[in-house]
């Protein structure tokens, strides 16, 4: 599969679409069909790296090299929401109604979200 055109940072798999969503050093977020991996459906560019995504209830979240937590509509990948929490992302996972973070500068952050 080929998402990207540099080395993939983080990938996330959503089984009811059977698509991936991936962010790579080369500052894109792809989203490729699975059924049809030879060329990806669709991505966008971003202004810093997007060092890790994760999905859940409908949403693409991502966090990002610069400390920003963005909310992405997994179908065309539209921002729908930007959230500034640290310096740097260095993972995000949403959990049910709260979206942590773990960032560059060795703390552990909650972030209630719907």
Aim: hydrophobic share 40%; aromatic share 6%.
């Amino acid at each position: 599969m080929k998402a990207g055109k540099s080395f993939i940072l983080h990938a996330v798999l959503c089984l009811q679409d059977n698509t991936v969503y991936s962010c790579g050093e080369d500052r894109r977020i792809v989203m490729v069909d699975i059924r049809n991996s030879s060329k990806p459906a669709l991505g966008v560019w971003t202004n810093d790296y997007v060092r890790s995504v994760c999905f859940r209830n409908n949403q693409l979240i991502c966090g990002t090299n610069l400390g920003m937590i963005a909310v992405l509509d997994p179908d065309n990948l539209t921002v729908s929401s930007r959230l500034q929490v640290s310096t740097g992302v260095r993972q995000v996972i949403h959990s049910g109604g709260a979206v942590l973070e773990i960032s560059r500068d060795r703390t552990f952050k909650v972030n209630r979200h719907s």
